[in-house]
């Protein structure tokens, strides 16, 4: 299954890149996180509820942030397993400055499915993974807008 989408958030490159990266962020923007533990260098343990479809459920699983490029990119790899299913893959999140105060992070992913979800079809999981990733982001405008709130209050 493959996975892609691009982003506009209000900030540059260098607070997205510190956004995108901050643990709290992640988990207060990852869509049904219940919990986010780090796991070893740049790499967390995460238990999620999905409250989608066909993966409506429990999750638990690992998330690895790899091959950072400070301020331009980065490969989040992802393993996590259910009751219905498991799924494990990468993203590529590259940043660019779309114009000053706003940055464009394209994601190019790809993943493999098995149990439950391999049954689902294809077009079904491509469309909850857009939905969350849409999810996740507009989560991620928040953390952003309010960093750059915090910045200028200082």
Do not use: C, H
Not at 88 to 94: I, R, Y
């Amino acid at each position: 299954m493959k996975i892609s989408g691009s982003y506009k958030l209000p900030a540059d490159p260098e607070t997205v890149w510190a956004t995108l990266l901050d643990p709290g962020a992640l988990e207060a923007s990852i869509p049904g996180a219940e919990s986010f533990t780090p796991d070893g260098d740049d790499a967390y343990k995460l238990d999620l509820n999905i409250g989608v479809a066909a993966i409506k459920g429990k999750y638990s699983g690992r998330v690895e942030v790899a091959d950072q490029q400070p301020t331009t990119s980065f490969r989040l790899v992802v393993d996590g397993k259910g009751a219905k299913g498991a799924v494990n893959g990468s993203a590529q999140f590259t940043l660019s400055q779309s114009k000053p105060g706003e940055t464009l992070v394209a994601v190019e992913g790809e993943g493999e499915v098995a149990g439950l979800f391999s049954r689902v079809g294809q077009r079904l999981l491509g469309g909850v993974a857009k939905l969350l990733m849409k999810q996740f982001f507009a989560g991620m405008k928040k953390q952003v807008q309010a960093r750059v709130k915090a910045a200028a209050a200082d």
